[in-house]
């Protein structure tokens, strides 16, 4: 977009000058007109004169006067708005990507014209990702040399809210000293995702629930407190929790039973007025039993794979045996059969042979 980012710097600027060289369009006048008063004709433009001292010429009739300024060219102005338009579609930045108005009416025209403009812009998203995440790792790598203390962090979650943990804190189990949420333990990543602020998704959520609410109007009364706690209303919150009680049974009965979870954490609560019975903390296993552990495991895991590659070769065998056992039989049977024939066309043989030799005796 350099050349017509050129052009149009080229044609506002001379633009600009022609509007700015309006007012100081020379006078047409005769040396004798203002002779004796040169100096201050020469700062005519510069400093404002009450009044401008002349002397008559009777061979130029008249005072001096100005020719009409130079007016500003449509041609100019044309020539302004192709180069601007032309910048627009090289970078895929369109007015309706920038909120301006074009000649997109629709909201749905608006949209697509957008994500024209962000799928154009993919490319400085793309980097700004990268960069961003790369940061990450630098401040991954540097974290545990900096949060190597006992202290309290805060943490940034999702939809503004914040959370506070205390991390390298210490603990004593069986006589043994541990940190816990030790960072310099563990390996740790960093996952980047461009898109809208949050402030920007509640707006798209507003839109796509109210469009929804017009096309199916009876999920108010189930979507109704979502959707007002994603206005910009000062007490939307309240409206919210007072459209709760508006909410079918069933759902009521899922949230509630989903909040007691989510307030009762990984571990069970004791039942109610038994005492409070806490589990005896499992000895640890020291690392070379625990490394003898997963060998014994792998080699278990091997010697499975082994019997198991025996059990198909046996089974491959057998199968073999029994077709050569099914080909003896077959040959068997076709042998007892040829010999039968045989046996029959002897005897045939025979009896025809020997019938005339009785007749003549």
Do not use: C
Not at 301 to 307: C, H, P
Not at 344 to 353: F, Q, S
Request: glycine letters at 6%; aromatic letters at 6%; proline letters at 7%.
């Amino acid at each position: 977009a350099k050349d017509p980012q050129r052009m149009y710097n080229y044609w506002t600027s001379t633009d600009t000058e022609i509007v700015a060289l309006q007012p100081k369009v020379p006078y047409l006048l005769t040396p004798k007109q203002i002779s004796g008063h040169e100096d201050q004709w020469k700062n005519a433009n510069n400093t404002t004169y009450p009044y401008l001292l002349v002397n008559f010429d009777e061979k130029a009739p008249g005072w001096p006067h100005r020719e009409a300024p130079p007016q500003a060219s449509s041609a100019m102005t044309q020539k302004i708005q192709q180069t601007d338009q032309e910048m627009r579609d090289t970078i895929g930045l369109q007015r309706a990507s920038l909120g301006m108005q074009s000649n997109e009416r629709s909201g749905a025209a608006i949209r697509e014209r957008k994500q024209e403009g962000d799928v154009g812009t993919f490319a400085f998203h793309d980097n700004l990702a990268r960069s961003i995440e790369h940061l990450g790792r630098v401040l991954l790598d540097m974290a545990p040399g900096l949060l190597d203390t006992e202290r309290v962090i805060r943490l940034g979650l999702e939809g503004g809210e914040q959370e506070f943990i205390k991390i390298n804190e210490s603990q004593e189990e069986l006589g043994v000293v541990k940190k816990i949420r030790d960072i310099s333990m563990g390996t740790y990543d960093v996952a980047v995702t461009v898109g809208p602020s949050f402030t920007t998704q509640r707006t798209e959520a507003r839109q796509s629930m109210g469009e929804f609410l017009q096309y199916f109007p009876q999920a108010a009364t189930v979507i109704g407190d979502l959707y007002a706690k994603v206005m910009d209303w000062p007490d939307s919150e309240k409206v919210a929790e007072r459209l709760r009680f508006l909410l079918p049974p069933e759902i009521k009965a899922a949230e509630e039973a989903k909040e007691k979870e989510r307030a009762a954490g990984p571990q069970a609560t004791p039942p109610a007025g038994g005492p409070d019975i806490q589990e005896p903390p499992q000895p640890q296993i020291p690392p070379e039993v625990q490394l003898k552990i997963q060998e014994g495991q792998l080699k278990l895991q091997e010697a499975q794979i082994q019997l198991q590659e025996a059990q198909v070769k046996l089974q491959q065998e057998q199968a073999k045996l029994r077709e050569i056992e099914l080909r003896t039989e077959l040959l068997q049977a076709q042998s007892k059969e040829n010999i039968k024939k045989m046996v029959d066309e002897l005897i045939n043989e025979a009896v025809t042979k020997g019938g005339p030799n009785a007749g003549g005796q």
